[in-house]
């Protein structure tokens, strides 16, 4: 296979030329659900749309998927809009209406609930998987989309007129006015085009299973602060409209590498044991769990979020710790600011190669993502110092804030994109 290239040199057009208005890679969460926005558009229905991608997605399995996400109320209304969120629902969801934080090293805690700004929940735990696979359902309901799959790219060329040019492992030339990369943390084409990243490990390995407690989750989402590191509890429900007590719950164990790398080594029932004593065994006892995995955690950032004719969104863009869930809704935010200034060009008549499109993005999306990680690290380095006068600051700062109900309303909106 060769290997990647870019290149400013504009390649001889062939029979196997392909023409669209706009290309995507990647068709994951973001991308897919920037294509959808597009196609539905009333102002972008004279675009033509294709999306790349090398794998097709995996279909939701009985068993829960490991990998979940926590969708806010705006990303909610992204994927409503496209016309997805009631077929989500309906599939597998878990609307949550609590959440518990507290700190391992003391007695701070923080709840928060949903009538405090009255609404029925703060968000939803939906699996990866479930999304997805109605995202790529709807992808091939439009006919203003061409999905191409399974293709990856080989080659990507920037022309004088600010187009690109994409040759695909088969040959076939692809040529867009805007080139969309959604191609994850790794982003090929970020790479091709010499985006510099400022990037660094967070010596964490994040571990994701299922499991199921003795008792109920009660509908809310825990975490706990620990010395090595947070762990999350986030509610499922095998069916959105049955109201009965569930047992089940995707985890999120963000530790210290070495000791994430020991907690992998344990047989389940010994997993399970340091799994509900870490929790304080809030649940009851754990008593089942699924298929274990692992991965290092590592803050990314690209410098730039575009270039002549090519924009990052998601992923591509920037990733982020995910103690507080906020890594999708952040790309979901970042195809809802680049779907508007595409819109915005469709009504006005501009061509998608107009610089001034993707300068907008980028101004309203960077600097809210930069304000997010470094809310985050702040998070991080407050729970991760163990000095005894930075455990009474958290401990005594969470204790005020959580008897403070108007700060901690403004809290929940700003969580919930309100």
Known sequence: ?????????????????????????????????????????????????????????????????????????????????????????????????????????????IQFDCRDVQQNYLGHIVENSVITQLLWERLQELPQITLLHPAALTELHNNSDGSCHITLEDGRLITSQLLVAADGANSKIRQLLGIETREWDYGHNAIV???????????????????????????????????????????????????????MTLTDSEFMACLGEAFEYKLGPVTEVAKRYSFPLRQRHAIDYIQAGVVLIGDAAHTIHPLAGQGVNLGFLDVQALFTEIERACERDLPLTEPSILRRYQRNRKSDNLGMMSVMEGFKALFAGNDLPVRWLRNEGMRRLNNISLLKSAIIKQAMGL
């Open 209 to 263: 299973t299922t499991v199921k407690t003795q008792n109920p989750h009660q509908f809310t989402a825990w975490q706990r602060f620990l010395s090595t590191g947070p762990l999350a509890f986030l509610p499922l429900q095998r069916d959105a409209n049955a109201h009965r007590e569930e047992f089940y719950s995707s985890i999120v164990w963000s530790a210290e590498s070495d000791y994430a790398n020991h907690l």
């Open 1 to 109: 296979m060769s290997q990647p290239q870019a290149s400013t040199s504009e390649p001889v057009q062939t029979a196997s030329s392909l023409t669209f208005d706009v290309v995507i890679v990647g068709a994951g969460l973001v991308g897919a659900t920037m294509a959808c926005a597009l196609a539905g558009s009333d102002h972008c229905k004279n675009l033509s749309v294709a999306i790349i991608e090398a794998y097709a997605p995996a279909s939701p399995a009985e068993e829960y998927d490991p990998r979940v996400v926590a969708l806010t109320q705006a990303s909610q209304q992204l994927l409503n809009s496209v016309g997805v969120w009631n077929d989500v629902v309906m599939k597998r969801a878990c609307a949550y209406t609590n959440m518990d934080v507290w700190d391992a090293d003391g007695t701070g805690q």
